[in-house]
């Protein structure tokens, strides 16, 4: 069982930045492709960044590209989200996800995933 746990988010003016945090349980983390997903109010989840298990393959949805890296450190087996140039439209409940597939063939997709954290709250304000 993989245990995941969520920090850094809060609120933070437009333009501002957050860095969220995603601490994994269990020896096996650099094994895992890694992604953050959001939801916002009324909306669907969504992918927001991948990771595979040796950082050579990252993707991004298009609206964070150039704003949002994703990254990991395995020794600490955490994941991160670094969030700069925040907007208003960024306001969601974040979500860290982690894959146990060896190729993450799915990694664009909420069913490519196999353990979910809580999630932490990001608003952004105007």
């Known amino acids: 069982q993989v245990q995941l746990v969520e920090s850094g988010g809060g609120l933070v003016q437009a333009g501002g930045s957050l860095r969220l945090s995603c601490a994994a349980s269990g020896r096996t983390f650099s094994n895992y492709g890694m992604g953050w997903f959001r939801q916002a109010p009324g909306k669907g989840r969504i992918l927001v960044a991948a990771?595979?298990?040796?950082?050579?393959?990252?993707y991004y949805e298009s609206s964070v590209k150039d704003r949002f890296t994703i990254s990991r450190d395995n020794a600490k087996n955490t994941v991160y989200l670094q969030m700069n140039s925040l907007k208003p439209e960024d306001t969601a409940v974040y979500y860290c996800?982690?894959?146990?597939?060896?190729?993450?063939?799915?990694?664009?997709?909420?069913?490519?995933?196999?353990?979910w954290g809580r999630g932490t709250q990001v608003t952004v304000s105007s």
């Open positions: 990771i595979n298990w040796n950082s050579l393959n990252l």
């Open positions: 996800a982690a894959s146990t597939d060896p190729r993450f063939t799915r990694a664009t997709m909420s069913g490519g995933y196999d353990y």
